[in-house]
């Protein structure tokens, strides 16, 4: 089924280690972004990238960077991990026409 | 700062009822609004995307409008079923496309 892939679905993480999350999408969105949820806050923008070859941040950007590797993939690392990271990320990806479509969210821990 | 609410946070409704979901957004300059169904553990299912230029989408039994003069959106579920149960966000995206989220609406169908 086309859609937003993310990988890995869950994840355990030691703090300070690093870690790299995968989303790639086959609908051929321009733009695609990273969010977070937690329990309380919602969900909230991290990352995101207009097109190929841009990305901006968002509200939560602190501790993570982002790559837009091509028009597919928009990747999250977290460089140092932090155990106020700990939180369901989500891949999502947009065109203006049908809206928002979202990945099915990786569970990342960090002790 | 955007900021979406919607109200109640929580609802148990017996089978077969209809029932309202209310969402209010401060600033009017709106693209779209969108909205979403969560099940625990899961990642955001799409439900209706309403245009700025719309008034109104629906989807079966689904039925969302959007009232950008006052700054509220409404989904209506018909002849609600225990599987409708989940978790109802509303999001809406400005110019730069970027979701904002509301806190979401718990929905509890008995049957």
């Known amino acids: 089924n086309a859609g937003v892939t993310q990988t890995p679905k869950f994840q355990v993480l030691k703090t300070g280690q690093s870690m790299t999350l995968q989303c790639a999408q086959d609908m051929n969105h321009n733009s695609m972004y990273w969010y977070r949820q937690d329990p309380g806050m919602g969900l909230r923008l991290i990352y995101y990238?207009?097109?190929?070859?841009?990305?901006d941040k968002g509200e939560v950007p602190n501790g993570y960077n982002v790559s837009r590797l091509n028009k597919r993939e928009f990747s999250l690392r977290l460089e140092s991990a932090a155990p106020s990271q700990t939180s369901v990320y989500f891949c999502a990806s947009t065109t203006d026409y049908y809206g928002y479509t979202f990945g099915s969210g990786t569970r990342l821990t960090v002790v | 700062k955007q900021e979406v609410t919607q109200i109640p946070a929580a609802l148990s409704v017996p089978e077969g009822e209809n029932l309202v979901l209310n969402c209010s957004f401060t600033?009017?300059?709106?693209?779209?609004l969108q909205w979403f169904r969560q099940d625990p553990g899961k990642g955001l299912t799409s439900l209706l995307l309403i245009q700025s230029s719309q008034r109104e989408q629906t989807s079966g039994r689904l039925n969302a409008s959007l009232d950008k003069s006052s700054g509220r959106s409404t989904l209506y579920i018909a002849a609600s079923q225990p599987g409708d149960s989940a978790t109802y966000l509303c999001?809406?995206?400005?110019?730069?496309?970027?979701?904002?989220f509301g806190s979401g609406t718990q929905l509890t169908v008995l049957p």
């Open positions: 999001a809406k995206s400005g110019s730069a496309r970027q979701l904002t």
């Open positions: 600033d009017s300059a709106i693209y779209n």
């Open positions: 990238s207009a097109s190929e070859g841009t990305t």
